[in-house]
Each structure stands twice: as structure tokens, then as C-alpha cells.
């Protein structure tokens, strides 16, 4: 594992207590924005922080801009490139990361998960959730009401999935609501000169986050091994929870969760990797989920009969047709 330390802000390695990580691969367009606003943001907050980048193997000159940036912006940037063989999934990448800063920066109490497609346009959001995490101690993590650049509001979590919700599929759970991810009051928090707006929601997704490093190194952080991918925060919320730990959301303006339709390579294999990893979640956290598979080759039978129809008159891809041919041949194997 390459270790590239740039920049030459004058950071006392003993006094860092907030570190930003960032997993980093093919998104230039995106970190070219979502850098220079946590760069901002950091150094308004009264916690000494550091960045650690972690990228995957990005070929797209996101190494060099990054590089760049840092010597003429001032700002020190710990820099991880894997080398041949080592782990590059997103679960490996924040867990190489967050074990780098914690052996890097004894102090070190919070992460704030930051992805290449966020942006963050004043302190005052990240403020108020170290706030709130240092009041409340049950709380592990705090995320955004986040919007998309556009104002659209964006995901910003979910409860805790169900083998209903499994059966019926991603569109029609999304429907009927049976997702929401706020399902309690909201509350207020008075902290000096400012009124923190927040709820407890079962899981809050990765885009941003502020983490408890206590909570993170009991839960022993993203399990790289069963869920590399997709529902690795899924996961990690379930097994945070059991620890007895909460998750929180604060309503906040500024924060930004949105990829500009810049997808990853990852991304096109999206549908195959979510139902092999809530086969894997559900079976982990719920229930044994072999009776199951008849119903999911079912749903999977009516939405092929349903696409190819609209495949005929051109308003479906052959790439959703065959796909749902994929599920039903590898569902009864758990989508392997």
C-alpha cells in the first residue's frame, strides 16, 4: 500500500481530532468541486482536522489534480493508492483509510465520511453534528437532510429492510413508502447559539457522515468481505444497532449528495449486486431467506414479461431485459 503525504499546511499530528476520508476512483469532475468545499469547511471548524484520501485506482487524472491541488491550496492530503492484489472495494477503501488515521493521529475522535459526489458549502452543518455527538453519547454517526444541486431533495437513508419489502422490489417498496427513513419525531437541541434539528433513522447512508470513532472501532467499521458493495452501510447500521448504539439525521441546507449522472464502473452491475447483497443482509439480520427464492423468480418472471412488452414498443432497454434474465437464473444460487 503507496502512502503519498502533499501539501504543507502545518498540521500537528498530535492534535488532530476530526479526519475527513474520502474514497476516491474516476470522479475528476466531482472532486474538482466536492475537494475545495471540504477543504472550506474544515477550516472553520474548531477541531483540528486532516484529510485522508483513499483512491481506488483512479486513471482518469484524479491522482495528479489531486496532487495539484493540495500544493497550491496549502492543504495537507494523506494520499492511499493501493498496489496489485489489495483491497479496492468501497467497504476496503474506508476501512484501509480509517486504520490509517487512527494509527496516523493518536487524538483522533471523529471521521466525517465525505465521497467525491458530496459538497458541503458552509461549516455550519458539520458543526452542528459534532455538536450533537458530543451532547448525545448513545449516538454512533450524524448525517444531512441532503439535496441534490438542484435543490432536490436526495436520499438520505432508510429502516431497516424487510423480507416484504425484498419480495416486492425496490420500485413498488419505494411506492408504497415502506422505506421511509424517518419514522420518529424530530427534535431540537439547543447548543449555545445554535438549534440542532435532528431524528434518530435506522440506517443513514454514507453521503455524508460524521462517525464516533469509538463506535466505529466496537463495530469494527464496513465488513469488506460480505459486502463490499452494495447494503455495506445497511450492515453496518444493523450491527451498530445490536451494540446498542443510534444513528441520527439533522435537517441542514448546503449539503450535497449528487453524482451529475457520472456513474461508476460499478454502477452498471448495480441491480445484480444489490440482490446478492440483501439475499446475504437479510439472511444475516432476519431471517433464513430460502423460502423466499420462489417468490423473488416470480417478481423477477413478471417485471421480464413487463420490459420485454415495453422493450417492443421502444421504451425499455435490452440491457433491463436481460438483466432480469440474469436474476432469474441465478436467483435460486442467491444471485451469485
Not at 490509517?100 to 471523529?110: K, S
Not at 448525545?136 to 423480507?163: M, N, Q, W
Not at 443513514?204 to 460480505?226: C, H, I, M, N, Q
Request: hydrophobic share 40%; with cysteine.
Amino acid at each position: 500500500m503507496a502512502l503519498i503525504v502533499i501539501g504543507f499546511a502545518k498540521v500537528r499530528l498530535m492534535t488532530v481530532k476530526l479526519v475527513a476520508i474520502v474514497n476516491s476512483f474516476n470522479r475528476l469532475p466531482l472532486m474538482q468541486e466536492g475537494l475545495p468545499s471540504l477543504v472550506a469547511a474544515l477550516k472553520d471548524v474548531d477541531y483540528p482536522s486532516a484529510i485522508v484520501i483513499f483512491d481506488a485506482g483512479s486513471t482518469d487524472g484524479s491522482l495528479e489534480w489531486i496532487k495539484e491541488y493540495s500544493r497550491e491550496s496549502g492543504t495537507r492530503i494523506e494520499l492511499i493508492i493501493p498496489e496489485p492484489g489489495d483491497d479496492t472495494s468501497f467497504s476496503g477503501g474506508i476501512n484501509r483509510a480509517t486504520r490509517y488515521a487512527a494509527d496516523c493521529f493518536p487524538q483522533l475522535e471523529y471521521y466525517f465520511f465525505f465521497e467525491t459526489d458530496n459538497f458541503i458549502s458552509s461549516a455550519t452543518p458539520l458543526k452542528k453534528a459534532l455538536k450533537l455527538l458530543t451532547s448525545i453519547s448513545y449516538l454512533a454517526a450524524v448525517g444531512f437532510t441532503v439535496t441534490k444541486h438542484s435543490g432536490e431533495p436526495a436520499g438520505i437513508g432508510c429502516s431497516f429492510p424487510t423480507v416484504l419489502q425484498f419480495v416486492l422490489g425496490q420500485h413498488l417498496t419505494c411506492m408504497l413508502h415502506l422505506d421511509q427513513p424517518i419514522r420518529h419525531e424530530w427534535q431540537q437541541e439547543d447548543q449555545e447559539d445554535q438549534q440542532i434539528e435532528w431524528t434518530i433513522c435506522d440506517v443513514v447512508f454514507t453521503s455524508p457522515l460524521v462517525v464516533r470513532r469509538t463506535a466505529w472501532e466496537k463495530s469494527r467499521g464496513l465488513d469488506a468481505r460480505e459486502f463490499p458493495f452494495s447494503d455495506c452501510d445497511v450492515d453496518w447500521a444493523w450491527r451498530l444497532s445490536k451494540l446498542g448504539w443510534k444513528l441520527a439525521v439533522i435537517k441542514a441546507t448546503g449539503v450535497i449528495h449528487d453524482n451529475r449522472e457520472t456513474l461508476s464502473e460499478w454502477s452498471g452491475k448495480r441491480v445484480i449486486h444489490f440482490h446478492h447483497a440483501r439475499m446475504k443482509l437479510l439472511k444475516r439480520h432476519a431471517q433464513d431467506v430460502a423460502s423466499l427464492k420462489p417468490l423473488l423468480f416470480a417478481r423477477h418472471a413478471a417485471e421480464y414479461v413487463l420490459l420485454k412488452a415495453l422493450r417492443l414498443s421502444g421504451k425499455a432497454s435490452p440491457e433491463k431485459v436481460e438483466l432480469r434474465k440474469q436474476l432469474m437464473r441465478t436467483v435460486f444460487n442467491e444471485y451469485d
